[in-house]
């Protein structure tokens, strides 16, 4: 006879001891000796074959932790869609490779309504953790507000930390929650648990001399030693691109390889803001804006005056003239208003 596979092997082992022990009857029911020999080596395959029941190792074997394999949410999900379809947790555990015991997919299909509620409040299906974090209603308002964003079709809006540190303080006020500080920390995490990444759109950073700059820096305090402080002011200018987008923004994490820019963020309308602060930082001297237009449109007509002082210029630069005008007629008030010093 010819044996196929280890199960018939086994049934007629079985089937030639108990026709050694009772040739009579193995005679007289050879259909059902046969037939029970073989249920017999399905039976005894079957045992050796699925893994010992006997107690899950220890935390810790010798000194090597045993490892642990977390489960995101949307395996989580798939288990209590399965469960639903009337699988068994045999079945399950089969799907899922047999990495997690029993215990941990009954606890799942217990914890389904809180489950299914962090899957429609929008958590992150990669993700593991389902920690709730430190100002929960603001935010899931601040989620939904980025949702909404994101379903109007304005993906070409880039929503920076900026932007969502100002609507979640917004939030935050409008619920009452006065110990909200919008810190980086609360947006990073906000962004793990809801799988949003920030991507850079557009735009390369320098470096500074940094060498060079220590040197002056000696050489300017070598000059001052023996000022007062309080009298001692700093003044430079930035452009401000009054019309760019941000080049930052968050994305769900799925589209972080396809997010891009708009030309919105290389607009070039640009105005010059000068700044000034004392060293000591309790005086800081008005903003001053530069603009090529005389006249801008925007700050004509009653209750429409520029809300910094103005100066045109016809590049928008801080030239002599500009730079003397500011000297005149901001700095020199803003300092005599605070010291009695000569100026």
Request: proline residues 2%; aromatic residues 6%; charged residues 20%.
């Given at each position: 006879m010819t044996l196929s596979n280890a199960i018939d092997?086994?049934?007629?082992?079985?089937?030639?001891?108990?026709?050694?022990?009772?040739?009579?009857?193995?005679?007289?029911?050879?259909?059902?000796?046969?037939?029970?020999?073989r249920a017999a080596a399905v039976t005894a395959n079957a045992v050796l074959a699925s893994p010992s029941a006997s107690r899950a190792p220890a935390r810790r074997i010798g000194n090597a932790r045993r490892r642990r394999t977390p489960m995101t949410l949307e395996t989580k999900l798939r288990v209590i869609g399965w469960h639903a379809a009337g699988r068994t947790i045999d079945y399950i555990s089969r799907q899922l490779d047999n990495l997690y015991?029993?215990?941990?997919?009954?606890?799942?299909?217990?914890?389904?309504?809180?489950?299914?509620?962090?899957a429609a409040e929008g958590?992150?299906?990669?993700?593991?953790?389902?920690?709730?974090?430190?100002?929960?209603?603001?935010?899931?308002?601040?989620?939904?507000?980025?949702?909404?964003v994101r379903a109007r079709g304005r993906k070409r809006v880039p929503l920076s930390l900026a932007i969502l540190r100002q609507k979640a303080l917004q939030v935050a006020e409008h619920l009452g929650i006065t110990d909200f500080t919008a810190s980086t920390g609360f947006f990073q995490?906000?962004?793990?648990?809801?799988?949003?990444?920030?991507?850079?759109?557009?735009?390369?950073?320098?470096?500074?001399?940094?060498e060079e700059a220590a040197e002056l820096m000696a050489a300017i305090r070598q000059q001052l030693d023996g000022v007062d402080v309080d009298l001692i002011y700093d003044v430079d200018e930035t452009g401000l691109l009054y019309r760019g987008l941000p080049s930052r923004s968050y994305v769900p994490s799925e589209d972080r390889r396809t997010a891009r820019g708009s030309k919105a963020m290389k607009s070039k309308d640009r105005v010059t803001l000068t700044l000034c602060c004392n060293a000591t930082g309790t005086h800081k001297v008005p903003v001053t804006m530069i603009g090529k237009a005389a006249q801008p449109m925007c700050f004509q007509g009653e209750g429409n005056a520029s809300p910094l002082p103005y100066f045109s210029q016809k590049s928008a630069w801080t030239d002599a003239s500009v730079f003397k005008r500011w000297f005149?007629?901001?700095?020199?008030?803003?300092?005599?208003?605070?010291?009695?010093?000569?100026?």
């Open positions: 092997a086994a049934a007629a082992a079985a089937e030639a001891v108990l026709a050694d022990h009772s040739q009579a009857l193995a005679a007289e029911h050879a259909e059902n000796v046969r037939a029970a020999a015991d029993r215990s941990g997919l009954f606890k799942i299909i217990k914890q389904k309504d809180s489950l299914l509620s962090r958590a992150a299906g990669g993700r593991a953790s389902s920690r709730a974090g430190q100002y929960p209603q603001v935010a899931k308002a601040l989620l939904e507000w980025f949702l909404s995490r906000w962004a793990s648990r809801h799988g949003l990444v920030n991507v850079a759109l557009h735009g390369s950073g320098a470096s500074a001399n940094v005149e007629e901001v700095f020199v008030p803003a300092v005599q208003a605070r010291t009695a010093h000569h100026v």
